[in-house]
């Protein structure tokens, strides 16, 4: 008898990852959540390295960085290995986000792997916000100053809650400290959730590129899928590498190689990347408390949409209209991300008004208007 056949651990990984059933038609784009865990994996590995050498006191961290570059021996491989695997990380989550809007993978039943995907996506970005502070640069202390302070507006419990974030009456070394523990913890806590991600996918099954029933022409993933997946990993490799040995700052904003100064506040603060189409709906509310209620308005509507947006035909090659509507919502979102690097102007916060309109319409107006108007034709 095989040995994965006695090791209960083995048994499970081979029932998951060796001879899972998956549907024979899927296309390039499942490849995204299998490097999605592989990248998580990586941000952990590269994490652990980083804490073995980075001084969480506000007098020593942007030191202990820079001693990490220049003195310990591949120190600065391993540090932007870290800091682009993130904005690696966050660009594969939201291509498999996008590719499971586009193909209706949160559809009923599997409403639990599209709102468990949700919630990873949420706990990607508070971790990354807090890792983004501990280099104490001029941005991430900034940005910290002014995120952190968005909890003001909670009505009665909002201004303790600020002074329990901070460990006083302002940003210093409680708040560097607490958000340290708090990101070395929080990647495993999304590994967790990531398991269980996968086991309730696997309760139903994959969908497929034509939205039907394929229990009948499956294959198993290991023999046939996995290498798919190592050509694709092997791809993001090569673009790792590149950005790793060629351009590792490009992604980075400038002023976060200034430590922080409390004194001199940046010309215009802006968070990283991957940040910036929720940082542009953020800045486009004039009121504070309004803006924060939109930022959960905008997962509350992701997360709703199984039940808002009960689709009968799977495929969006047969739902012409959905199509091109969907399209327009990724460029939304392009133009959003653009909006959030921009100087707050009045024309950049009209765009942002509209692009945010937009957002809020496709995700709760037009997707279930859709899903009903299909359901009636079908009908």
Known sequence: MRSHNKIQVLKLLNQHLGVYPTPINLNWSWSWGS?????????????ILLAMHYTGHVDHAFASVQHLMVDVPSGMIIRYAHANGASLFFTVVYLHVLRGLYYSSGSQPREIVWISGVIILLLMIITAFIGYVLPWGQMSFWGATVITSLATVIPVVGKQIVYWLWGGFSIDHPTLNRFYSFHYTLPFLLAGLSIFHIAALHQYGSTNPLGINTQGSTIQFGMYFA???????????????IIIFFSPEYLGHPDNLIPANPYST????????YFLWVYAILRSIPNKAMGVITIGLVFASLIVQPFVSVVQIGSPKFRLIFERLYWVFVADLFILTWLGGQEIMPATMLMGQLCTIIFFAFLLILLPFLAWLETLLLI
């Open 227 to 241: 290498s798919k997946d190592l050509v694709a990993l092997l791809i993001l490799m090569l673009v790792f590498a």
């Open 266 to 273: 940046p010309q215009h603060i802006v968070p990283e990347w």
């Open 35 to 47: 490097l999605s865990g592989l990248l998580l994996g990586s941000q952990i590995v590269t994490g």
